[in-house]
Nanobody, 116 residues
Framework: QVQLVESGGGVVQSGGSLKLSCAAS????????SDWFRQTPGKEREFVAR????????AYATSVAGRFTIARDDAKNMWWLQMNNLTPEDTAVYYC?????????WGQGTQVTVSS
């Protein structure tokens, strides 16, 4: 059974930074794709960032490009989301997800609140 556990959420002032972490554990191997999504009340979950091992590329939502950076450590089976220059519009529950052995898994989410 694969488990994804996020950490690093919290409250930060506008213009500040936070770093979210996601750790994968259990059987199934390493992720071929590692993602971050976010969701606010009443809205659909939206894509934030992706690290594709197969393509060796990263991708970002337009709203976060240039401010957020996704990175991975395969040896630790972890990935991170460095978030800089945060704005109140970044307030959301952030979820990590991964495709492992052809199946998609989700973490439980971590709250990020940016105060103005």
């Amino acid at each position: 059974q694969v488990q994804l556990v996020e950490s690093g959420g919290g409250v930060v002032q506008s213009g500040g930074s936070l770093k979210l972490s996601c750790a994968a554990s259990g059987s199934g191997g390493r992720p071929t794709v590692s993602d971050w999504f976010r969701q606010t009340p009443g809205k659909e979950r939206e894509f934030v960032a992706r690290f594709s091992i197969i393509a060796n590329t990263t991708a970002y939502a337009t709203s976060v490009a240039g401010r957020f950076t996704i990175a991975r450590d395969d040896a630790k089976n972890m990935w991170w989301l460095q978030m800089n220059n945060l704005t109140p519009e970044d307030t959301a529950v952030y979820y990590c997800s991964a495709i492992i052995a052809g199946r998609k898994y989700w973490g439980q989410g971590t709250q990020v609140t940016v105060s103005s």
